[in-house]
Nanobody
């Protein structure tokens, strides 16, 4: 079974930086669109940024100019570089992949378990 595992979350001061990683593991799969979503208590999950396999990206307005999404297809890894962090960036960040898994012959969304990002002084 394909799994997505996030890492890199933690506590950071306003204005600081964090880099999140998400690695897809399993047998016989390919990830198409990958992205980061976030959710705060009492709030709906929302898109942070996503990236196509060819590198095309899009970002939520709230993070444009501060966050950079990237991927390493050979490593099946997704990254999110977060700079100039603000308290309102505090959330659980989830990795998402539109992924084809050969074992099940299915293409569908996969989700990681989430990683907590807290921006506070």
């Amino acid at each position: 079974q394909v799994q997505l595992v996030e890492s890199g979350g933690g506590l950071v001061q306003p204005g600081g930086s964090l880099r999140l990683s998400c690695t897809a593991s399993g047998t016989g799969f390919i990830a198409y669109r990958m992205g980061w979503y976030r959710q705060s208590p009492g709030m709906q999950r929302g898109l942070v940024a996503n990236i196509m396999r060819n590198g095309n990206t899009n970002y939520a307005d709230s993070v444009k100019g501060r966050f950079t999404i990237s991927r390493d297809n050979a490593k099946n890894t997704l990254y999110l570089q977060m700079n100039s962090l603000k308290p309102e960036d505090t959330a659980v960040y989830y990795c998402n992949a539109d992924l084809y898994a050969a074992v099940s012959s299915q293409r569908r969304d996969y989700w990681g378990q989430g990683t907590q990002v807290t921006v506070s002084s």
